[in-house]
């Protein structure tokens, strides 16, 4: 095959595999998107006991199958890029292939079923085929917003977990004694966290007065707090939805009106050149 | 009975039935509400062993009152609407329907104390009645601020989709063996989203130190993910209540530009007039 | 005495226990503060089983000494109003009434102890007591945000309502025979409540596995709708406190400028009057 | 050694010390940062008793390690201070000789185990150390959104106690004869406590049909009101983020009116010039 043929034919593959504007390149997505949420599917089903022991040939061959073919895509990716060392070693390249590993290793080792796991990684890729539609530009003000406040949640979890180290220690030496569920500081501190994020198990509850009345106020704390990460990130979508962080105060020389945006240069509303 | 006459009292029926301006509309409305909540309520009761014993041909005889009048007034919209079939087919034509047919289905066939809970539905009746107040208005802006992020909390659900399969898979992995809550993926799966929605009933709990020491780290990341929806809805909300003019999408036809305001006459950017 | 003399004195004793101005007005507000938190701790201690067999006529005698006092203080104050009549129907006019009422019952009747909780609301006095600081002013931010969001609350938990029958009857289909929670719709309906507000007790647990998939899909949706009460009153309280709701569009007619607040009269930046 | 030079070493010892700007005093501060919460490590560690009885001498050895590092630590940020009792007095200061005293205490008194948690609070230590990066603005802008709605949230804390205690009343006469849980008063507000922050640990439940149907009640109410301390923080963060112009408190000269914003020169209200 001459080199001009093998680069269209690679281009051409390059367009389907990793574009997805073009009729083929979109139907190529979706097929994989289909096939990552089986594959995840068999995973989920094969660790239920009695499908297991049903199923268990039927998904040893499902489970090859979706290995064989997503191992022919990652070839393929490989092939049709055209720097394969850089795609090999980003994010989605080792998920590519983390995806496929653990079925041959499992030839070798028995017991590998906890690398089953690193499949439902598959389904990450779900966000990048999620350019099919407008929900790229959703997930990425999300995304926004999050990395706007990342300094801002980092400082709060970082007195959340202060916060419950101290909590812990104190309910350790109140219940320690008498309750079994407080028999140590790390579970103290479990406990304190199952309590401040409002989830509360009841597998571990404070017995004595004290105890009870400790967690009261950590209880009415932890109510108060979960106001702080929610405020954070609201307000960072609010600046965001509206622009007013970027809005100025400067007014348009000719019809006086306010309200511009930072970039704009000139007045929305005359049309007049802004300072 | 001429036609026109006929046309009058069509008309008449209309007005009481469909609309809620008139004084015999608005109690018409009125008795309607009163009518369904009565009906659920017997629904409700008759499913408490010691009442269904003791008043079992009370409950018999108020469900069959129920079910004659709500299909008199089924037969009456079809009857004074003028295209009956479109309302057959709506929405709110379809839930009138299914609220009266349980019912008489039961009289063939036995057990169809299945198909009484679609009576429920005859509730989301409620909201058209609330056309009686301001509260319709209040439902939209709610439905609008809804509407408006929907994109955004689909890639949030879906992303939490994810994360909660592939943690309740890790958590399968780590508790799988000693604990017979985490007996398969599916299980460990729901206790994922038991625990990361901050409910945590504790019919399954973690009793290995590693898996206590996860749920702590999910607990915290349940909590702080909590902020997402409710600083996108509100964003939503506080973007909806001012009115405050958000960037449309068209584009300059001189600079082909986009993230143009609302209120914008001119192109931000080089002063061409917008249409 | 004097009819001047006699008015004197009303209009003192008013002073001193209607108003908080005067030191000796505050100096009553806040004994009257210590005095009810002492007579709620007493009523609250009373009901603990070895205090009450321990101090039984310590608390008796206390009991006494607290209603004695209210009353004297509630007949004071009938006394130096105005128009004892309004006072006495009015919302603290009857809380005194009820505060006393019950240990004086408890001399004819015996077992009134259901009555004392009355006494709890003598706590609502407190809010009165706040007019001392500036308390009352942030008090009267939140009346007004969640009265200016009563409407869009008030359908929102219709919402809920409906959605938490519905909910409730499919339970209690899927999980009626295997599991004793479920026992009956209203029981349904108690633990689709105890989910969807993430309250989580696990006293009534689904049991099947359509009824866990289920619970999964209500606990993601009270996840996702808990952003809506949460995004209208952020949104009422975020109007109020820049007062942007409230702000006009109007520009001033001799500087141009915008941003005025709907009560102003003259413009904020040059003084000259607005339209 | 002459004057000069010590005070060149006092000044060398508080520059690596306290500052944290020169390549030293950064090295020192992330040291001491690693230091304490290996310190804390060993505490927390302690407490699990598989270890203790396991590395007991070890654990012992690496206590008594850090904190002879502290004590010098101490000593040396009295001595390169200048005013040495103006530090020993202020917050952290106090916090650095609570997180000494415990070891030796110990020496003297047999199971100074319960003053071993104030060591816990060597973390807080952290946020100083955090001045490494930009973390304090972000934290400073948390705190400061908390300072600005402390008022509204002591309000409303004392609104939620004010329920609690008479919810707690309310429930405690309606199961306190038939379930155990709810024996007394602080039981039926720890309860209640547990309930309404959508805690739900399930060691205490309703049994009786009106307590369920009540407990209905508060959980809505819990999750209706949880939404206004998210509302007063989100609100105070977007008015932060934006910089929007609070009102401030300042009277009209003239006509004595407030309520005017802060970029305000001229009464709203008169038109006369402001302060």
Known sequence: MPVAQRNKLKEKIHEVIFEADTPMGKAFDVALLILIIA?????????????????????????????????????????????????????????????????????????????????????LRVFRIFKLGHFLAEADTIVKALRASRAKITVFLTFVLLLVIVIGSVMYLVEGGQNEGFSSIPRAIYWTIVTLTTVGYGDITPVTELGQFLSAFIMILGYAIIAVPTGIVSAEMVADMKGIARNNTQACRYCGREGHADDAVYCKYCGERLN
Chains 1, 2, 3, 4 share one sequence.
């Open 39 to 123: 594959s995840v599917l068999v995973v989920v089903l094969e660790s239920v006991h009695n499908l297991q022991t049903r199923y268990s040939s039927f998904f040893y061959a499902l489970e090859w199958g979706f290995t064989i073919v997503f191992t022919i895509e990652y070839i393929l990716r490989l092939y049709c890029v055209y720097r394969p060392m850089k795609y090999a070693v980003s994010f989605f390249g080792i998920i590519d292939l983390l995806a496929i590993l653990p079925t041959y290793i499992s030839l070798f080792i028995y017991g590998t079923q906890y690398l089953l796991v690193i499949r439902g990684l598959r389904l």
